[in-house]
């Protein structure tokens, strides 16, 4: 069996901490495992596959004799570090997004477009974590029928906003059971009990830069240059699982029923589309998994070409690690 020298760049935070436990997850033939952060987080125990490793500071010379390289950091750090990474002759795979809309970096979602990961030239970068979640739930439909339209309402959890908006949520909602006044840090306004229905800055009309990744990344993935999308992107007081309601416009009207046959063999989706029954996606219910969760199909009333679905996906998991181990995957089989 095939073995590699893997490094996560970024390795003491929430993705990257997610990376080490889907790499051991799904069995990924790593030989020599290097975990990597800041200056700051040097020294840091990390544990995988029952050893504990010690976090090394990410400089230019740690790359060498690295085979693969998951990115949890930031953009500066990904830009920063990538020369040495390609210069090491190592295959980066970014979470970033420094290289999403660089056309010469694939942008896959390995159930959507997983051939284009082959088409790399050292660097193959992972989309926004919505936009990963949506493309899975409807890429099956898009095959039956392309999609020219799409209006989209993403319910982001805080832990979208990494640890500390886990923990905002968590200390106004106790603040507030005492009669103590929240303290707002990794958001603008009261997270607990509130929705706040800004995420990015503005960039575009009004659009912030969250919502157009799910036009400018799902052109790409999807294959769709034409593809336009209104896109509302709200935080909500959710832990865990980001969750968005989707109305697509098609070439050929699909009914209900056909897009429900289509999602449930759909890699990467689980139908869950009952409603007499109170069956739905639900964050809960798609957390701590890679299923995105797709239901409460039915037309949309306002098109005829059109259909409404509901779809929750663990976006640490799916939106993040699971999808960048999944194109290492791809690109280093064990055999």
């Known amino acids: 069996m095939k073995t590699y020298t893997v490094a996560i ?12 436990n889907i790499l051991e997850e799904r069995q990924f033939p790593v030989e020599n495992l290097i975990p990597l952060a800041s200056g700051r987080s040097a020294g840091q125990a990390i544990a995988f596959r029952g050893e504990t490793l010690r976090v090394e500071e990410a400089q ?3 790359f060498r004799g690295v085979d693969l390289v998951l990115g949890a950091a930031d953009n500066d750090t990904a830009l920063a570090m990538a020369p040495a990474i390609l210069d090491a002759g190592a295959l980066f795979v970014d979470n970033s997004s420094a290289f999403r809309m660089d056309p010469t970096v694939p942008l896959v979602v390995p159930e959507v477009n997983g051939n284009d990961a082959f088409q790399n030239r050292g660097i193959v970068a ?18 039956l029928s392309p999609v020219r339209s799409m209006i989209a309402s993403t319910y982001q959890a805080v832990s979208g906003a990494g640890v500390a908006g886990i923990a905002e949520l968590e200390a106004q909602v106790k603040a507030l059971s005492t009669g103590e006044k929240p303290v707002c840090q990794a958001f603008p306004y009261q997270i607990a009990y509130n929705l706040i229905p800004q995420i990015g800055q503005e960039v575009n009309q009004g659009y912030t830069s969250e919502e157009m990744k799910m036009q400018n990344e799902g052109r790409r993935i999807l294959h769709l240059p034409e593809l336009t999308v209104s896109c509302t992107c709200v935080r ?3 832990i865990r699982s980001h969750s968005i309601s989707l109305n697509l416009t098609f070439d050929r009207a699909i009914s209900p029923e056909e897009a429900r046959q289509a999602i449930s063999t759909a890699p990467g989706c689980r139908l869950a589309d009952d409603l007499a029954a109170g069956v739905y996606p639900m964050p809960l219910a798609a957390s701590n998994q890679d299923l995105v969760y797709v239901g409460r199909i039915r037309p949309d009333l306002t098109n005829p070409k059109g259909l409404a679905l509901w779809c929750c996906g663990d976006q640490i998991r799916k939106g993040a690690a699971t999808n960048a181990v999944q194109i290492a995957q791809l690109l280093c089989p064990a055999e």
Do not use: F, K, Y
Not at 9 to 20: F, N, P, S, Y
Not at 129 to 141: D, F, G, K, N, P
């Open 60 to 62: 230019p010379d740690a």
């Open 126 to 143: 992972n989309p926004n974590c919505s936009t990963i979640i949506a493309v899975t739930a409807i890429a099956a439909l898009n095959r």
């Open 236 to 238: 909500v007081p959710v």
């Open 9 to 20: 760049l970024g390795a003491t935070g929430a993705v990257g901490r997610e990376m080490l």
